[in-house]
């Protein structure tokens, strides 16, 4: 498998323009295989975000890796290592409603910035889980935002992995879920 320093790179060379159309590519893969194709880098799993445009109003849906943090989602805007934000951080800024989509099921979540600490904390934790994270900050002039996005109550969780047994009885990690699909590509988005 290659490793964060290859997916960090390759990334980063596609600039943000390069990056908004791979993650057109990758969303409907995505889809169309459950998660199975493009739902990953390296053993970082990834997500698909639905935001609402901050000036057309429509859904954008855009791939992003994630950390999985108790029930919560945790993402970066580094976009690859590029100065300009990823639309979705922009979106997200302007409303803070979001959908999360792992595999074939989704959930609505709100958003806001992690600060201080916890910040500190989550963004250790992301680099844990793919150090691609540091190399982009030493690319960037700006600080990247930590962002934590939050299952509204209700939401539905049959697919989240807490350690109690499921309806279909898997148990497991994000970790272990993402590498179960062994399909890593050059393709997928940061």
């Not at 993402?178 to 050059?186: N, Y």
């Amino acid at each position: 498998m290659l490793g964060d320093h290859f997916y960090a790179k390759l990334s980063n060379s596609l600039g943000a323009r390069g990056l908004r159309w791979t993650g057109k590519l990758n969303v409907p893969l995505y889809r169309l295989s459950g998660g199975r194709l493009m739902g990953k880098v390296g053993d970082g799993p990834v997500l698909l975000l639905t935001t609402t445009g901050r000036k057309s109003g429509e859904q954008r849906t855009a791939p992003v890796l994630y950390l999985e943090h108790g029930a919560n989602f945790i993402l970066i805007d580094t976009n690859g290592g590029n100065e300009k934000l990823p639309g979705w951080s922009h979106n997200l800024k302007a409303k803070p409603e979001a959908t999360v989509e792992i595999g074939r099921e989704k959930t609505e979540v709100t958003a806001r910035i992690a600060e201080g600490a916890e910040r500190d904390e989550l963004w250790r934790a992301c680099n844990e889980q793919y150090s691609g994270f540091d190399e982009y900050v030493e690319w960037l002039d700006r600080t990247p935002s930590v962002w934590v996005l939050e299952p509204v109550a209700g939401a539905p969780k049959a697919w989240r992995h807490s350690g109690e047994a499921e309806e279909d009885g898997d148990v497991g990690s994000t970790r272990e879920h993402a590498s179960a699909a062994d399909d890593t590509s050059p393709l997928d988005i940061i």
